[in-house]
């Protein structure tokens, strides 16, 4: 029986690497966006516990230490502002990751294209293939069939077909 050959192979395996190249892309931008939104908690961690910090300090009562209160405060502007820079970082990732994930799809798509191709395809060589050896099997049927019909007759006896 002849080995199945898909004509198509070496388009299937391009793909298949294009769609590889893609699903790294993506988990890099999902790498990336973990790290983002671990910063982004980190400092809301550091405001909340600042927050809480100056106001114990003014609700103590007594003298309110003001360098301490002013370099809480200082403290506060700096990580809201490296709050904003992430949020905004992770903005820009979150769209880079929607853009690598369409683009992920679109080459999955294009995989199982060429993929149902190739079963399309294999499956027409099996039909044929079961076709080609059932009419082999009907030839040795009507052969083997024709030589009892020659033995039956005497047509096989030595001097009978003079």
């Not at 294999?122 to 049927?141: F, G, S, V």
Request: charged share 30%; aromatic share 4%.
């Amino acid at each position: 029986m002849a080995a199945f050959v898909f004509e198509f192979e070496a388009v299937l395996e391009q793909r298949g690497r294009e769609e590889k190249l893609h699903q790294r892309a993506v988990a890099e931008l999902e790498h990336q966006r973990v790290l983002v939104e671990t910063r982004v908690e980190s400092i809301k961690t550091r405001l909340s516990h600042g927050r809480e910090s100056m106001r114990r300090a003014l609700g103590a009562g007594g003298a309110v230490p003001m360098d301490a209160v002013r370099l809480q405060s200082t403290s506060s502007l700096h990580d809201l502002i490296a709050l904003q820079r992430a949020a905004l970082e992770l903005a820009g990732v979150h769209q880079r990751l929607n853009a690598a994930r369409a683009r992920l799809m679109r080459a999955t798509v294009a995989r199982k294209a060429v993929e149902t191709l190739r079963s399309r395809r294999y499956q027409a060589w099996r039909r044929e293939q079961a076709r080609i050896e059932n009419n082999a099997m009907d030839d040795l049927a009507v052969m083997r069939h024709g030589r009892r019909a020659d033995a039956v007759v005497g047509l096989d006896e030595p001097g009978a077909a003079a």
